[in-house]
């Protein structure tokens, strides 16, 4: 075996083989996809592969052959389909022919019959799979087959240089995004006007407050109640924005709330 770019071994896989193979294309980064070698060609570090899945674009008769680089083929995963799992479990989903990234954020029906609810980090994308479509996910490392850790989870979550926001349970900053890590909520759409009862984020002392719509005033401007400190104060529209809730490994935008 050789090392290749990201750190990994290359195999020397034969004819025959079956392997996965990613992508860099957009729309297949993250995803990886079952074949089997048809080439070797070692001294170019690359493979001829057809896939088990995916057909040629102009014949769905035929399954399509190309040539990759080494460093994107790997043996096939170690987990097999099924099972029971578990809420936040970093999981492969096998969808659009092939196996993408996922974790586990809720599940419905009874334990023999359950579907899961998966969140993918790469896309924000949230859809439901029955088990015979998940599997555990491991890395593909140094030559074997690694279990991500917590820490690598939390990278391939956010990643470097992402935006995120942090809450805090100390004293004078509880309830504010300013120990918990979160990726930054989405850009709001920006509202012509907030609604009295509407939960909202209000920028006040270096951070952004959840606090709830008391009165709608003039000019703009809005009365904001704090349930913590049960105080009212006066914000102008630019400080505030819709409220989101991280639930179920995504953010759920937040409408009306009492004010008790």
């Known amino acids: ?18 392997v996965e193979v990613s992508s860099n294309d957009e729309g297949f980064h993250g995803a990886w996809y079952e074949a089997k070698v048809v080439r070797s060609m070692p001294r170019l570090s690359r493979y001829t592969v057809v896939y088990d899945s995916i057909v040629e674009e102009g014949d769905a008769s035929k399954y ?10 790997r043996p096939r995963a170690a ?3 099924g099972g029971i799992f578990s809420i936040k479990q970093h999981v492969d989903v096998f969808y659009n022919d092939g196996w993408w990234e996922g974790i586990v954020a809720g599940s419905s029906g009874s334990k023999r019959r359950a579907t899961y609810i998966v969140n993918f980090p790469a896309t924000g994308d949230v859809m439901e799979f029955p088990p015979s479509d998940i599997r555990v996910h491991f890395d593909w490392i140094d030559g074997k087959w690694v279990t991500p850790t917590t820490q ?3 990278g391939k979550l956010f990643g470097v240089g992402k935006s995120v ?8 900053f509880r309830g504010a995004g300013s120990p918990q890590q979160l990726p930054a909520p ?3 759409p920006v509202l012509s006007k907030f609604h ?5 984020d209000a920028y006040y002392n270096d951070g952004w407050w959840v606090g709830v719509i008391s009165k709608v005033a003039e000019d703009s401007r809005y009365i904001v109640y704090f349930r913590p400190w049960q105080q009212e104060l006066e914000f102008r529209h630019e400080d505030l924005r819709s409220h989101y809730e ?5 953010w759920i935008r937040v409408s009306q709330k009492r004010m008790t």
């Open 196 to 200: 009295k009862l509407q939960e909202v």
């Open 152 to 154: 690598d989870l939390f």
């Open 186 to 188: 989405p850009a709001s």
């Open 246 to 250: 991280w639930i179920g490994e995504r």
């Open 79 to 81: 987990s097999a389909r």
């Open 64 to 73: 399509l052959r190309e040539t990759v680089d080494a460093a994107h083929v």
């Open 1 to 18: 075996m050789e090392p290749v770019a990201n750190g990994s071994l290359a195999m020397d896989f034969k004819s025959g083989d079956a």
């Open 165 to 172: 926001e942090v809450t805090s349970d100390d004293d004078g």
